[in-house]
């Protein structure tokens, strides 16, 4: 007798009215969890109380009135944004087509574009240096090898040398944004950052840091994170702007996502390094 508690994958999809494709994304964001079906290594069985939830979301979602009777009941608040806009199967960015961007735009250049940035500022926001000297990343890699908590422990003591960074103009959150980034950069890409100028483009670095010898990763990890540089409203993303909303600034907006998101991966989701890029 089959198990009512669990739905198979094409049950699932059904009931979600989305492809098999779309499903196994929901699965990798952590939206609804999966586990080898009995008897059929190859299959994965789904909660049916995880797809319940996640279909009311989606109609709550359809429903702008009835989610804002709901409140947070489900954790899916509905806030406007102006950032991105999926429609008839396309996702844009600001208006672009994010898939138009990726053939050319540069992560920085994405996130010129998702923060605003005036004309004048663009091309030139990423044209600062590491906020941390080789010397103190040294000595964080030393202290731990696991990437968030290098990042947690890297933004304090930026933030500490970092006097502009407790500066909440538009211009010059836009700034401490693209110092951070650099941070990120430098200690996610490890030793493999040192070895390039500090203006070289992000996906450089990183290829260069973890696939020294294949130069075509660069546009992978290029596009990657252009694709994935809007998190919608997951945990991190949502306490991010929870806690940029008390006046806080990026240095501390950017620890208070890290930790929701480390408390988010510890309870099963991957941890997407990378993707905290922007």
């Given at each position: 007798m089959a198990d009512r508690r669990f739905l198979s994958a094409a049950e699932a999809a059904d009931a979600l009215?989305?492809?098999?494709?779309?499903?196994?994304?929901?699965?990798?964001?952590?939206?609804?969890?999966?586990?080898?079906?009995?008897?059929?290594?190859?299959?994965?069985?789904?909660?049916?109380?995880?797809?319940?939830?996640?279909?009311?979301?989606?109609?709550?979602?359809?429903?702008?009135?009835?989610?804002?009777?709901?409140?947070?009941?489900?954790?899916?608040p509905v806030l406007p944004s102006g950032i991105t806009l999926i429609q008839d199967g396309a996702l844009y960015y600001r208006g672009h087509d994010a898939l138009k961007l990726v053939e050319a735009a540069t992560l920085e250049s994405v996130a010129e574009l998702l923060w605003d940035a005036e004309a004048s500022e663009r091309g030139r926001l990423f044209d600062q240096p590491c906020p941390l000297t080789p010397r103190q990343l040294a000595r964080l890699r030393r202290d731990t090898r696991d990437p968030i908590a290098m990042l947690q422990v890297a933004l304090p003591l930026a933030a500490a040398q970092d006097a502009a960074g407790h500066d909440l103009r538009p211009a010059a959150?836009?700034?401490?944004?693209?110092?951070?980034?650099?941070?990120?950069?430098?200690?996610?890409?490890?030793?493999?950052?040192?070895?390039?100028?500090t203006t070289e483009p992000i996906h450089k670095l990183l290829q260069r840091a973890w696939a020294p010898r294949n130069t075509a990763v660069a546009d992978v990890i290029r596009t990657a994170l252009i694709l994935?540089?809007?998190?919608?409203?997951?945990?991190?993303?949502?306490?991010?702007?929870?806690?940029?909303?008390?006046?806080?600034?990026?240095?501390?907006?950017?620890?208070?996502?890290?930790?929701?998101?480390?408390?988010?991966?510890?309870?099963?989701?991957?941890?997407?390094?990378?993707?905290?890029?922007v």
């Open positions: 009215a989305v492809t098999r494709a779309t499903l196994y994304a929901y699965a990798s964001r952590g939206q609804v969890h999966s586990e080898p079906a009995p008897g059929d290594p190859k299959a994965r069985r789904y909660h049916r109380d995880d797809i319940e939830r996640l279909r009311e979301r989606k109609e709550l979602r359809r429903d702008p009135a009835r989610a804002a009777e709901r409140g947070l009941h489900w954790g899916s959150v836009r700034r401490t944004g693209a110092r951070i980034m650099r941070l990120f950069t430098a200690i996610v890409a490890g030793n493999g950052f040192r070895l390039g100028a994935c540089a809007d998190h919608e409203l997951n945990v991190s993303a949502f306490t991010a702007r929870c806690v940029a909303s008390a006046g806080s600034s990026p240095y501390d907006t950017v620890s208070a996502a890290l930790a929701a998101l480390k408390g988010h991966r510890h309870g099963g989701e991957s941890s997407r390094v990378a993707a905290l890029l």
